[in-house]
């Protein structure tokens, strides 16, 4: 395997942000070369140890989705993508760096909120609908079960937070006064549209995407657009079909290995407090994650 990339080092173009898993670069004043490093964030914690290979596995899942919904597939809507390779606005000693693990893409004006769709009960959503039969406002029906499927599924938006930060679950009318009714709505709409397409293909594959979220930017011209990553394992719960039961968590095709160990973590003898430092993560969890996440892209792109 090729060797981890904790932090990408660019001296060619000029650093725009370090976000959990992805280096932006400045390319003109128009695109922004978007490096997947192998870092991990748990809890809103980035991790001191790299996944290998995770950063090109995420590249390669969002542009397999890219190519689905953009231009040549469903259309759904327009996306960053330049279409322009990574490689070509690099120094040749950079190339390594970038190779296989970034895209090239529009440089947009990001809206403030995560359009999170959900079509099963799972995570915090669950917790939630226990204590009050809703997720985030929506009511629900009751009876519901961890990890049931949703009659229909439901757009719980949120507001993005600082690296570092929790991001805020927000109500539509929320959205709406930060970003109007018309954009508002067409996220919602275009959201869900979205994922009810990737959740039908992805059952073909033996897979279940439990929920997801997108990220939309606007263009010179106003244009909505779909950006960053899309229904990669770090922005969705995978849950493989043949060990889906409800009632029970299944296994995801993420970090769920870190998760759970930093759950039963000791610092100092006192259970981590999910604040960094990050406990070292062990070799074996690494590579438990690491094999994870390549199960996932050989079985949508099977």
């Known amino acids: 395997m090729a060797s981890s990339l904790h932090t990408s080092t660019l001296h060619s173009l000029p650093l725009l942000a370090r976000g959990k898993v992805r280096d932006n670069y400045a390319v003109g004043s128009d695109r922004i070369l978007m490096v997947a490093s192998d870092r991990l964030s748990a809890f809103d914690v980035i991790m001191g140890e790299p996944i290998p290979g995770k950063g090109a596995l995420l590249t390669q899942m969002a542009l397999f989705w890219f190519e689905k919904f953009g231009p040549q597939g469903l259309n ?20 390594a760096q970038v190779q296989g693990r970034s895209m090239l ?59 570092g930060e929790h991001d805020e679950n927000i109500s539509l009318a929320q959205t709406v006064d930060m970003i109007g009714l018309d954009l508002a709505t067409r996220i919602r709409d275009i959201s869900i549209a979205l994922y009810q397409a990737a959740a039908a293909f992805a059952l073909t594959k033996g897979i279940i995407i439990a929920d997801t979220k997108f990220e939309f930017g606007l263009d010179a011209a106003g244009t909505l657009t779909l950006m960053d990553e899309v229904l990669t394992p770090d922005s969705s719960r995978y849950w493989p ?61 099977a």
């Not at 330049?82 to 490689?87: L, V």
């Not at 629900?140 to 499927?149: E, F, K, T, V």
């Open 241 to 301: 079909l043949e060990s889906y039961a409800e009632g029970s968590n299944p296994p995801s095709y993420d970090k769920q290995f870190v998760r759970d160990w930093l759950e039963a973590a000791q610092v100092d003898g006192k259970p981590w407090s999910k604040t960094p430092p990050a406990p070292r993560v062990p070799d074996a969890v690494i590579a438990q994650t690491a094999a994870k996440y390549q199960e996932a892209l050989q079985r949508l792109t």
């Open 105 to 163: 893409v529009k440089r947009l004006k990001p809206l403030p909120v995560e359009a999170v769709v959900r079509g099963y009960l799972a995570g915090s959503g669950w917790k939630e609908y226990q204590a009050n039969g809703a997720v985030c406002g929506v009511a629900l029906p009751p009876g519901l079960q961890n990890a049931s499927r949703l009659p229909v599924p439901i757009y719980t938006p949120a507001a993005k937070a600082a690296v």
């Open 76 to 95: 759904l809507c327009p996306i960053h993508l330049t279409g322009q390779a990574p490689e070509s606005v690099v120094a040749p000693d950079e190339v």
